[in-house]
């Protein structure tokens, strides 16, 4: 009998959080490590499975949708590092924006600009850039530093503003899996040690004020 991380399901309908699009791939994967996804590749290659990757599902699109492998990204939301003093944290793209705040916030950190729903995945939203209001307030997107993305060959590509590297080792053998194919995310600190008007946590979570280092 497999490990819970090594769990998927053949067959099984998948739907989006509002209920309007759905899709039954060959099978759903829900990994939850770097090794975990790419082995799910590696399968659906063999297999010759097209595959798509689900955060929280989210979108009101079909884009998510697969006939072939479904990765849902919901056991991959782990916080791997909070670095108060950098204002930097490293999480999973699975985590809720809901869960990370929750994280940062016992840190005395928040994500500068939210729009007014929390429960997509930091993935998701780095790649449709959500945003709440503002016009000197950045969206999510643009306050990501780095970010590990696995490719369709198994290997990953680091991809920051200080470099743009390809580790084309096996990510088995745990050298490209260090950080769990994380985001890298510029915390803002709460509004009195960021010297913000209107301080307190509600300002934060109205995403209110800018940040400044």
């Known amino acids: ?58 979108s009101f699109s079909d884009i998510a949708c697969s006939d072939g492998m479904l990765v849902s990204l919901e056991r991959f ?26 994280r940062l916030a016992e840190h005395g950190l928040a994500l500068e600009n939210l729009g007014d729903i929390d429960v997509q995945s930091i993935a998701g939203a780095i790649s449709t850039a959500t945003h709440g209001t503002g016009a000197a307030l950045r969206n999510i997107p643009s306050q990501v530093q780095e970010l590990k993305l696995m490719l369709a060959d198994g290997s990953t590509l680091v991809c920051s503003d200080r470099r743009d590297k390809r580790d084309r080792s096996d990510a088995s053998s745990g050298e490209s899996a260090d950080d769990g194919g994380s985001e890298l995310l510029r915390a803002a600190r709460r509004a009195r040690r960021a010297g913000c008007r209107g301080g307190g946590d509600a300002a934060l979570r109205a995403g209110v004020h800018p940040a400044r280092d």
Request: proline letters at 4%.
């Open 1 to 58: 009998m497999g490990e819970p991380s090594d769990r998927d399901t053949v067959g099984r309908e998948w739907n989006n959080w509002a209920g309007d699009e759905g899709c039954r791939p060959q099978a759903i994967v829900r990994p939850a490590s770097i090794e975990q996804i790419a082995d799910a590749i590696g399968r659906a290659a063999s297999e010759d499975w097209r595959v798509r990757v689900a955060g929280a599902g989210h």
């Open 77 to 102: 939301g782990a916080v791997l590092d909070i670095d108060r003093d950098s204002g930097l944290a490293r999480v999973q793209g699975g985590i809720t924006i809901a869960a990370l705040n929750a």
